[in-house]
């Protein structure tokens, strides 16, 4: 029994120095993940705040928004090896002038990353002189969006609510991808996407004609849903983060 004790105990050890936690392994298509922290070139990649940086893997393309603008790439994986190729992006603009400069690094690091290493809940990418260290985020539910008719409760600045004027401004997600709404003033038509922790609106157009006092509302609204959202559900409320920690607040109505 004692050997058998040692054996066990010898075994256990080896294994556990074999594989560490967060050395090797893990799985980069298990995401979507947000960069967590980052160096490159032994200097800290500065995050700012309201515009994460996200990637979205699978087996052969990588996707994301980049401090600003969306990206995406071809990928390719063998074991613990990882290379990204023909990498492009959008070309919006977006302040303060931090943003730009965050998005161009990560966007110059991905091309010299060439193994990963995490676990469940982690991913650390890594090359020459780069190293990325991303978290998991929770994916957006389908379930969790439709068949609700989601009523405009207020705007989003920060830490500021205002609240929604005009006539009843609705959102509706359907299960065959397609979209309607209202801005208070204009109504809204067209498909949505979800892409790892995020929603997108790849066609939306709007229909009608605005006040003046309303259209700065409705200008908020058209920029948050076009230009892609995180949401989080609570109970009977919907919230939509967009960069530059602009959003919109809704509430389930009938």
């Known amino acids: 029994m004692r050997r058998l004790a040692a054996v066990t105990l010898v075994v256990i050890l080896v294994a556990a120095c074999a594989a560490p936690d967060g050395a090797g392994g893990g799985d980069p298509t298990a995401g979507p993940w947000e960069l967590e922290a980052g160096t490159i070139d032994g200097s800290e990649l500065i995050l700012v705040a309201g515009h994460p940086i996200t ?5 052969n393309s990588a996707n994301g928004t980049a401090a600003c603008n969306g990206y995406g ?33 990560y966007l110059d690091a991905l091309p010299r990353l060439d193994s990963f290493a995490g676990t469940q ?3 650390t990418l ?32 920060g830490d500021t609510v205002s609240s929604a004027a005009g006539d009843r401004a609705t959102l509706e997600l359907y299960t065959d991808g397609s979209m ?10 067209g498909t949505y996407a979800i892409i790892g922790a ?11 004609e605005c006040t003046a006092d309303l259209s700065e509302q409705d200008s908020r609204v058209v920029t948050v849903l076009g230009d892609g959202f995180r949401v989080a559900v609570e109970d009977q409320t919907l919230t939509l983060t967009a960069a530059g920690e602009q959003g919109l607040l809704y509430r389930a109505g009938s």
């Open 55 to 59: 990637l979205n893997i699978t087996e």
């Open 73 to 105: 790439a071809g990928v390719a994986m063998d074991e613990s090896e990882i290379t990204f190729s023909e990498i492009f992006s959008t070309a919006m603009a977006c302040s303060p002038e931090e943003v730009m400069e965050s998005e161009t690094r």
């Open 121 to 123: 809940d982690r991913l």
């Open 126 to 157: 890594t090359g020459d002189d780069v190293e990325l260290r991303f978290i998991a985020l929770p994916p957006v539910l389908i379930a969790d969006l439709t068949g609700t008719v989601w009523v405009l409760e207020g705007l989003i600045d």
């Open 180 to 189: 309607l709404g209202s801005t208070g003033c204009r109504s809204l038509h």
């Open 198 to 208: 995020e929603v997108t609106m790849p066609e939306m157009a709007a229909e009608g």
